[in-house]
């Protein structure tokens, strides 16, 4: 069953007149840059016109969402909570609850948890979550987040579409991910964009374009997939830019689409099949995805809300690749395999997941712009194996083979970032 918080359609009447209100009066605006406020509204009155139009059309949520981001001086994160409203819910069952250690219990050295966790706090964390061996050694929480709390991931959520791809190929639903595209959406059928292949989408290789978004300007399609009311179509808007598998961008456009042609090939949407294949298969607690406003359609590529502990169990199922905590059976062992093979593009990159280190500065394109996403490392990490998820450049899961170690950390980006200071630490801290 799915649900809706709120109705997709529904908006009371007196909050459009309160946030009409708050967006036109100057002082909301007056507190951003002077350049932000030039490019991104020409004039007040023009912006206030058109605005005024496209909720008429019924484009509220965009605008909505849009003067919210202005408040935020166009800030990617963390985004007001009108940003995950409209929102779907993808069911949980959580029927492997995770177990705590006693002190006792624990394999960790409690130095070296206080350590990492200090480490952390210092560093605008809200959770941070480690289990070994199936069980929860040590976890803390910032001001305001509890553990039941739901987080946005950001990017974290992309992973979960590679994973419903591993099952879809081993129920046929699809037949390969080197199928091409075109296969599966007839707006691409005889269009040179149809001729990208599945994998070339989940490892960011697909070639379309990546339109800078400068100034977080209203009409950009970077904007219009993150913000817009018709997500699906912005992203089918997306034009090739460069020969497949010669570059790779991480494109939020490339999950969006891969996540279309799995509800067109099941004709189910993707939070039911994110909640049937997986969700409650691993024993998550029901979470939510973000809907644009005026299809109704789930925005596929970002921003689930999900509980910290939920991670873990998405991390354990790599641990056991493919087996729940309960033992079942979710997805074939061999696509963990492929997930861990580097994209030809980029020997960091695997599917839906990042693996190995070579320098100091990784550095990966950023999502919706021709920018660099640069994710400081102070030093390797100590187990060769890992292989982790991002969110941003600092929403982390950490996965550690060789240490049945999994390590969440959510919160905030920070200047002085080290995507290597927590795992490493946690891992020396293991009584041998």
């Known amino acids: 069953m799915q649900s809706f918080l709120p109705l997709r359609f529904v908006h009371v009447a007196a909050s459009l007149a309160i946030s009409l209100s708050i967006a036109f009066a100057s002082p909301g605006l007056r507190a ?9 509204l020409s004039s007040d009155i023009s912006a206030k016109r058109e ?5 008429e059309a019924g484009d509220f949520d965009f605008w909505r969402r849009y003067f919210d981001r202005l408040d935020l001086d166009g800030s990617e994160f963390p985004q007001p909570d009108s940003w995950y409203r409209p929102a779907e819910l993808v069911e949980g069952a959580e029927s492997a609850r995770w177990q705590r250690a006693t002190p006792a219990q624990r394999t960790i050295s409690e130095q070296a948890w206080i350590q990492a966790r200090d480490w952390a706090m210092a560093r605008k964390t809200g959770a941070l979550v480690v289990a070994r061996g199936g069980v929860i050694e040590y976890e803390a929480y910032g001001e305001g987040i509890r553990p039941g709390k739901l987080l946005p991931v950001r990017s974290l959520t992309k992973t979960l579409i590679v994973l419903a791809y591993g099952i879809a190929v081993e129920r046929g639903t699809i037949k390969s991910l080197d199928d091409p595209i075109g296969q599966y959406l ?10 990208i292949t599945i994998r070339q989408l989940l490892n960011f290789s697909s070639g379309l374009e990546m339109p800078q978004d400068r100034e977080f300007s209203p009409d950009s399609k970077p904007t219009r997939l993150s913000e817009g009311g018709d997500v699906n179509g912005t992203a089918l808007s997306y034009q090739l830019a460069f020969a497949p598998d010669s570059e790779l961008r991480v494109n939020n456009a490339d999950s969006q689409i891969a996540g279309l042609i799995l509800e067109r090939a099941t004709g189910r949407r993707f939070a039911e099949l994110l909640s049937d294949w997986l969700w409650r298969p691993i024993g998550a607690g029901t979470a939510t995805l973000n809907l644009d ?3 109704g359609k789930a925005r596929i590529f970002c921003c689930m809300q999900s509980r910290a502990v939920d991670w873990l169990s998405v991390g354990q199922l790599f641990l056991r690749e493919g087996t729940g905590r309960d033992g079942q059976r ?10 861990r093979t580097p994209s030809p593009a980029n020997s960091l990159v695997g599917l839906g997941i990042l693996i190995g280190w070579d320098r100091q500065d990784r550095i990966l394109p950023k999502p919706g712009s021709n920018a660099s996403l640069v994710v400081p490392q102070a030093e390797p990490f100590d187990s060769p194996g890992i292989i982790y ?15 049945d170690l ?18 490493n630490t946690i891992s020396r801290g293991i009584r041998r």
């Open 32 to 40: 951003q840059p002077a350049a932000a406020k030039a490019s991104m």
């Open 51 to 55: 605005w005024v139009k496209q909720v």
């Open 186 to 195: 007839s707006e691409w059928r005889t269009d040179p964009r149809g001729r």
């Open 293 to 295: 406003g005026i299809k």
């Open 330 to 339: 979710v997805m074939p062992s061999a696509f963990f395999r492929q997930m």
């Open 389 to 403: 998820l991002l969110g941003g450049r600092s929403i982390s899961l950490w996965i550690d083979p060789s240490n």
């Open 406 to 423: 999994i390590v969440f950390r959510w919160g905030e980006d920070t200047p002085d970032w080290d995507n290597s200071f927590i795992v």
